[in-house]
């Protein structure tokens, strides 16, 4: 499998929604399915790692498939709103290599061996 970019992601998920008559939800809606597929990672994570275990008649569903769907709501709103989702990556890692440049303990490159 080759790697995949954001542009090629968002790409991906246009062709997919354009297929349909429908389109793209508006930005309320996306909001409502990106809630709800965080409460979904939530529950997943708090059965993973949490102390509320499964019950026997639940499905069983992944960590990954989650933040998969999470991707897939934000990459539709992006999309959506006409946001190229690398440009709003540099400007994020841009500001929190600036911000907060001097906020967190470094590593050493010694500790790092």
């Known amino acids: 499998m080759e790697n995949l970019t954001l542009k090629g992601m968002q790409k991906e998920v246009d062709d997919y929604i354009s297929?349909?008559?429908e389109g793209y939800f508006q930005p309320l809606t996306l909001i409502a399915r990106l809630t709800e597929e965080l409460g979904e990672l939530a529950r997943e994570v708090n059965h993973t790692y949490g102390e509320k275990p499964k019950k026997k008649e639940e499905a069983e569903?992944?960590?990954?498939?989650?933040?998969?769907?999470?991707?897939?709501?934000?990459?539709?709103?992006?999309?959506?709103?006409?946001i190229d989702l690398e440009d709003a990556h540099h400007a994020v890692m841009h500001k929190f290599n600036t911000r907060d440049a001097n906020r967190w303990t470094r590593i050493d490159q010694a500790e790092k061996k």
């Open 19 to 21: 297929q349909f008559k």
């Open 61 to 82: 569903s992944s960590i990954a498939l989650e933040l998969g769907d999470l991707m897939f709501v934000i990459t539709c709103m992006a999309n959506s709103l006409g």
